[in-house]
């Protein structure tokens, strides 16, 4: 119980942009889903090696990725244009959809609240003994293998 307490602090530590833990999590889903888009996109996206700007992302996809209707991703993404970390721009093949892009502003907060989530883990891990660590990460890749 204190574990999930602590980490849900996590969450609420803040960001510097005043962010709830619900609009994090949407930023990092929403992070997540266009280093995919980028990945599954055309060889224009990776040439070089470079960072492209993603080609965006639709809030029903934003809202499948959370399990949240797409009228709450909605807000989410309200929130986050407000705190400047996104940007909303028409999508070319469909004039009734929005496409949400990270802002380079977005792409630190990501980074920051990552660091912030690393250091957590590091932190309530770095009690348990090495053979403990070790264990339990092999628990962990199982779990994610499943």
Known sequence: MRLARRWRSVGTAGTGHGLSPHQERGLLALARLA??????GSAEHSRHGERLPSPGVRISHLADHLGIAPRSATEVA???ESARLLTRSPDPTDRRAVLLRLTDEGWRAVAAARDRRRAAAD???AAL?????AELRRLLETLLQT
């Open 123 to 125: 932190e309530a891990v």
């Open 129 to 133: 003994a090495p053979a403990d660590r």
């Open 35 to 40: 280093r995919r888009t980028q990945q599954d």
């Open 78 to 80: 309200d929130a986050l």
